[in-house]
């Protein structure tokens, strides 16, 4: 039996809704409702996702529509900050093996992209190719094209020392810092002290370093906002079930 029929044969099971039921369970309250009709959970199983201060352990979901994550509190009974992903928006990529970190992979989205690892070479086999069958499938039922535009991956914290744009300032605990939205590096305060509107990743502007800001603002696209360091929003991305730090300079994730 093909993947796609046998998809089509458990969206309406009761063993396919009563596992979903025990996934939504898992994640609270405090987790959106997963059951709805058609949906199918293909796989489940713990990757190791690159976060911004260092690699952590957290669960994924990978359903016929979605892609859910969040973290462990207790393995297989219970999980929070719960993320959700719709896969028609996502791309994925091959990531080279490198020291300690092996077995990746992108999954790139327009409002966030980052790197996940899993345990074996099997296991990231079988992830990729899971999630390239379900994102076709919706895009070929849909007849929407592939997503063009995908957020940058963060740099890690400990990938610099020294701000990637200046190469001047060295990172302390008093000189913070900071990713630029649109590139994704690591940079200074001062080399990072504007924003600009990036719709697909927030309803108001975000920051951005002083590079990518001429860039932006010599196309014409969006609208930039001049130095405002000292009142940087912290308020976040509208898109909450699906960035992991929520625009938080001080979050970990």
């Not at 396919?16 to 996934?23: D, L, M, T």
């Not at 379900?134 to 914290?157: Q, Y």
Request: charged share 25%; net charge positive; with cysteine.
């Amino acid at each position: 039996m093909s993947e796609a029929k046998m998809v089509d044969r458990l969206a309406n099971s009761e063993a396919n809704s009563k596992r979903i039921q025990v996934v939504e369970g898992c994640f609270g309250a405090a987790g959106q409702p997963l059951v709805i009709p058609g949906r199918v959970l293909i796989g489940e199983g713990v990757l190791t996702k690159l976060c911004r201060k260092k690699p952590k352990a957290r669960q994924f979901f990978l359903f016929n529509d979605i892609l859910v994550y969040g973290n462990i509190v207790i393995q297989k009974k219970k999980y929070n900050k719960q993320h959700i992903i719709p896969l028609e928006s996502v791309t994925i990529d091959t990531v080279a093996d490198e020291g300690d970190l092996r077995n990746g992979w992108l999954i790139k989205t327009p409002t966030k992209s980052f790197a996940v690892y899993a345990a074996t070479a099997t296991e990231k086999s079988e992830w990729m190719s899971h999630i390239g069958k379900c994102v076709g499938d919706l895009l070929e039922k849909s007849g929407k094209a592939p997503t063009g535009e995908h957020a940058a991956v963060w740099i890690p914290d400990s990938e610099a020392t020294l701000c990637m744009r200046c190469q001047k300032i060295k990172f302390t605990p008093l000189s913070r810092r900071h990713h630029c939205r649109k590139c994704g590096y690591v940079v200074c305060g001062p080399c990072s002290d504007k924003k600009f509107l990036l719709p697909s990743q927030s309803s108001k502007p975000v920051r951005v370093c002083e590079f990518c800001y001429l860039q932006l603002a010599s196309a014409g696209g969006g609208t930039g906002l001049g130095p405002r360091s000292d009142s940087y929003s912290r308020s976040g991305s509208k898109f909450n079930n699906v960035s992991d730090d929520e625009d938080e300079e001080d979050s970990s994730d």
